[in-house]
């Protein structure tokens, strides 16, 4: 029959050992944990080309003024780099920005000044988008020049896909402004 000494021994033993297991267990768990499904959201705006987002269209379709959504073919057939066509699609409008090449940006600029949320108009001649409401003044990348606006124009993430323009309610990863 066991001493009280060895009892104590075995049930320490036991208990020190039940514990690092616990906590082998609580560290192993994670690994198995990765293997969670992925936010195909996140992974198809990441890699729109992917082999697994070959019928993924994120966001929304930007449409022009009579909700007809844009074929980024005959689009860019009417435009010319430096181009801001105005969109709509998310709860409200950005301008499309034609690049060089003629080629769709990445990025969309909201229409919606930041002083009191009047859309803006894009103004070719100076090159700026004007709001009409009290004259605040941005860049052609939408940074506020002339106030009583004192922030930029938000960004929104375009993507073109099977000839689709498509509007995504969410700022670049990417800084767009440098
Ligand atoms: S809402 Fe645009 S300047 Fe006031």
């Known amino acids: 029959m066991a001493s009280p000494r060895n009892s104590r021994r075995l049930f320490l033993r036991y208990f020190i050992g039940g514990g690092v297991s616990s906590v082998a267990i609580a560290w192993l768990w994670p690994l198995k944990g990765q293997a969670r499904p992925v936010n195909m959201d996140d992974f198809c705006l990441k890699y ?3 082999s697994r987002c070959e019928n993924y ?6 449409t022009d003024e009579a909700d007809v959504p844009y074929l980024a073919t005959a689009l860019l057939a009417k435009t010319t780099a430096g181009d ?3 969109a709509k699609g998310l709860s409200r409008e950005s301008y499309l920005v034609i690049e060089t090449g003629p080629k769709i940006a990445t990025y969309a600029i909201s229409a919606v ?3 009191l949320g009047c859309t803006v108009n894009w103004d070719k001649e100076q090159n700026a988008f004007i709001c ?9 990348l939408g940074r506020v020049t002339q106030g009583p606006a004192r922030q930029s124009l938000d960004l929104k993430v375009v993507v073109v896909k099977n000839d689709e323009v498509r509007l995504v309610d969410r700022e670049p990863a990417e800084n767009i402004r440098g």
């Not at 269209?57 to 930007?62: C, F, I, Q």
């Not at 009409?132 to 052609?140: A, L, M, V």
């Open 57 to 62: 269209l994120p966001g929304v379709a930007a």
């Open 113 to 115: 000044c930041k002083h």
């Open 132 to 140: 009409p409401c009290h004259g605040s003044q941005y860049d052609d």
């Open 84 to 86: 801001r066509i105005l």
């Open 48 to 50: 729109p080309y992917n």
